[in-house]
């Protein structure tokens, strides 16, 4: 199976900071793309979908770059709230859900 | 969004035996899928329980060791039968609404 790779961090930042991660996928026919956040011993949460022309949600902005096989997402003016693993997931082969192929996570700690 | 509840939320268990987790949605679905969270990595698929059919596994995954029911549209239950302590790890059940949602997991520890 194809993976998806992200750097496990930890980033640790203070509190207004602005912070970007990536990830890549080595499946160039990779259909859909995700950001879940996952805080400790929780289940992950859907963050946001990302989209070719790049979308972004109040603080949070997603690109991909499909050329080259990458995702990112910055988090601007970092909250302590924000701490969390954050999930990079690629979807394969489209359709179900189930094709998800997630990354490790890349862990954020945001200081006062 | 789903409201999705799992049982137990956490266990301990004996080397040989089994353990049957439950999960229950707040409406229909026709797809169920569970997953497992080894320690330090990455969110694994074990196989999609469809009502009605049999559940179908990914690679490395087989029905005699993850035997999985699916009676309704809304339940569906993972075996973990023979468990070794290299089966500790967190195991999830998630739908699909929109994006995938995940129960709270089950915490399952092999002694």
């Known amino acids: 199976r194809k993976e998806v790779e992200q750097d496990p961090g930890p980033f640790n930042v203070p509190e207004g900071a602005t912070v970007a991660f990536n990830c890549t996928y080595s499946?160039?026919?990779?259909?859909?793309f995700f950001w879940y956040r996952q805080d400790c011993r929780k289940e992950p949460k859907l963050l946001m979908s990302?989209?070719?022309s790049g979308n972004e949600d109040g603080r949070f902005t997603a690109q991909l770059n499909r050329a080259s096989q990458y995702i990112s997402l910055l988090i601007r003016d970092s909250k302590l709230s924000d701490s969390a693993t954050y999930l990079c997931?690629?979807?394969?082969?489209?359709?179900?859900?189930?094709?998800?192929?997630f990354g490790k996570g890349t862990k954020l700690s945001v200081k006062p | 969004s789903a409201v999705i509840s799992q049982k137990p939320s956490r266990d301990i268990c004996q080397r040989g035996t089994s353990l049957t987790i439950q999960c229950q949605v707040d409406?229909?679905?026709?797809?169920m899928f569970w997953y497992r969270q080894q320690p330090g990595q990455s969110l694994t698929l074990i196989a999609t329980?469809?009502?009605?059919?049999?559940?179908?596994?990914e690679s490395g995954f087989v029905i005699d060791k993850f035997p999985i029911s699916r009676p309704n549209l809304t339940f569906s239950t993972l075996t973990v039968s023979n468990m070794s302590p290299e089966d500790s790890s967190i195991y999830l059940c998630?739908?699909?609404?929109?994006?995938?949602?995940f129960g709270p997991g089950t915490r399952l520890t092999v002694l």
């Open positions: 998630s739908v699909e609404r929109g994006g995938l949602f």
């Open positions: 499946n160039s026919a990779s259909q859909s």
């Open positions: 990302v989209y070719s």
């Open positions: 997931v690629v979807n394969e082969m489209g359709g179900s859900q189930g094709n998800l192929i």
């Open positions: 409406s229909q679905v026709t797809m």
């Open positions: 329980a469809n009502q009605g059919s049999e559940a179908t596994y």
